[in-house]
């Protein structure tokens, strides 16, 4: 089988406007990749039609992971097949307990009749609420409410290592991410890093970067990838800019 997420000249508009314009890229299940690319080029929408997001028009491409179409999938099914997203601002969902969230979504990935074991269901999240420095009393609280922006970021990988993606798309975009919640996506990230997970970083800045060391850069521009390079690209990118690369696309 073909293990890695694969975007094919996707195209995909929002009302009547075109805003990825056939945008190719590969990650294979084991590398972290990163997207950079100036504000406004589609980073954002990306994530958002990976993810099924209804405001959004598919008008040509592909988008397959470990070889099947994901445009095919509804939106659980996105998620039950493996792939996880992280949005900039995670949803709070008042009412229901951040440990019932995680169990109900565990257990939807289980075969019909089976049921969560609920001593190994809290071993598991202690240990990974363990590794992220979160405090027992998140797993009482709202989903997100009241949560602070580094706790929501925390949470958020939480929510990623618990659920055990096979690929997972990271929208840590634009501004309003202060160094500690950089860390914390990080060090969640690096911890997982391993032969069976892909990763798809997406950011504006190359301080990200700085934490966490991606495989492969590819710069996004007006809805397509126009360059591919190692992690240096993302050094000559900061310092450099963004223009030299445009006016060579
Ligand atoms: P990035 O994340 O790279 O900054 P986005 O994907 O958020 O870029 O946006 C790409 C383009 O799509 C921008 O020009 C933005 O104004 C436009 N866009 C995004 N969302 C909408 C929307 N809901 N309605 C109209 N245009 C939108
Ligand atoms: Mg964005």
């Given at each position: 089988?073909?293990?890695?997420?694969?975007?094919?000249?996707l195209?995909?508009?929002?009302?009547?406007?075109?805003?990825?314009k056939?945008l190719?890229?590969?990650v294979?299940k084991g590398e972290v990749?990163?997207i950079?690319?100036?504000?406004?080029s589609g980073?954002?929408?990306l994530?958002?039609?990976?993810a099924?997001?209804?405001?959004y028009?598919?008008t040509?491409?592909e988008?397959?992971?470990?070889g099947?179409n994901?445009?095919e999938?509804?939106?659980?099914?996105?998620?039950r097949?493996?792939?996880?997203?992280?949005?900039?601002?995670?949803?709070e969902?008042?009412?229901v307990?951040?440990?019932n969230?995680l169990?109900?979504?565990?257990?939807?990935r289980?075969?019909?009749?089976?049921?969560i074991?609920a001593?190994?269901f809290y071993?598991h999240?202690?240990?990974?609420?363990?590794?992220l420095?979160?405090?027992?009393?998140?797993?009482a609280?709202?989903v997100?409410?009241g949560?602070?922006g580094?706790?929501?970021?925390?949470n958020?990988?939480?929510?990623m290592a618990m659920?055990e993606?096979k690929?997972?798309?990271?929208?840590e975009?634009?501004?309003?991410l202060?160094i500690d919640?950089l860390?914390?996506v990080a060090?969640?990230?690096n911890?997982?890093?391993g032969?069976?997970?892909?990763?798809l970083?997406?950011t504006?800045?190359?301080?990200?970067?700085?934490?966490?060391?991606?495989?492969v850069?590819?710069v996004?521009?007006d809805?397509r990838i126009?360059?591919?390079g190692?992690?240096?690209l993302a050094?000559?990118?900061e310092e450099?800019?963004?223009?030299w690369?445009?006016?060579?696309?």
């Open positions: 089988m073909i293990m890695k997420l694969e975007i094919k000249n195209h995909a508009t929002i009302g009547d406007r075109e805003i990825l056939g190719s890229l590969e294979p990749h990163a950079m690319g100036p504000n406004g980073k954002s929408t994530s958002k039609v990976l099924g997001h209804e405001d028009q598919v040509g491409g988008a397959l992971m470990d099947r994901l445009l999938m509804g939106i659980d099914e996105r998620s097949e493996g792939l996880f997203l992280a949005f900039q601002y995670p949803v969902i008042p009412g307990s951040n440990a969230f169990r109900a979504a565990l257990q939807a289980l075969p019909k009749g089976e049921q074991d001593v190994k071993q999240l202690y240990q990974k609420m363990d590794m420095k979160m405090d027992r009393s998140f797993t609280r709202s997100n409410e949560f602070s580094g706790e929501k970021k925390r958020e990988i939480l929510q659920l993606p690929y997972a798309i990271l929208d975009t634009d501004s309003g202060d919640a860390k914390i060090d969640g990230v911890a997982m890093r032969p069976d997970l892909g990763v970083v997406i504006h800045y190359q301080r990200l970067l700085d934490y966490i060391r991606p495989d850069v590819h996004l521009a809805g126009i360059r591919t190692g992690p240096e050094l000559e990118l450099k800019g963004y223009d690369l445009l006016k060579a696309a």
